[in-house]
């Protein structure tokens, strides 16, 4: 069975960090690209970041170069991403994705988990 589960999401200030993580089973982890996609209020999903198979390269949207990182452990089958300097248009739900393709569409990735929240005040 196929699963991704984010956590390390919550409530912090602006300008605080998080590092969010996303836990893989039920598939090859290390033979698929990985994602961080979030979901802000009103908006549609939207991506932010993957990182390759090996780990070796990371591509990241304009609002999250400089910001935020994207890892991977593929020893214990997980991802993360480190979100520094958090912003209160950051507040959304974050999710981890597995695909092959180096892709910003959401249609080709093919498992997703369900989500942490993540709140930032001002």
């Known amino acids: 069975q196929v699963q991704l589960v984010e956590s390390g999401g919550g409530l912090v200030q602006a300008g605080d960090s998080l590092r969010l993580s996303c836990a893989a089973s039920?598939?090859?982890?290390?033979?698929?690209?990985m994602g961080w996609w979030r979901q802000t209020p009103g908006n549609e999903r939207e991506y932010i970041a993957r990182?390759?198979?090996?780990?070796?390269?990371?591509q990241y949207s304009n609002f999250a170069e400089g910001r935020f990182t994207i890892s991977r452990d593929n020893a214990k089958n997980m991802v993360y991403l480190q979100m520094n300097n958090l912003r209160p248009e950051d507040t959304g739900v974050y999710f981890c994705?597995?695909?092959?393709?180096?892709?910003?569409?959401?249609?080709?990735?093919?498992?997703w988990g369900p989500g942490t929240q993540v709140t930032v005040s001002s």
């Open positions: 994705a597995a695909g092959f393709l180096p892709s910003t569409n959401p249609t080709h990735y093919f498992y």
């Open positions: 039920g598939f090859p982890f290390s033979d698929y690209r």
């Open positions: 990182v390759t198979q090996a780990g070796s390269s990371e």
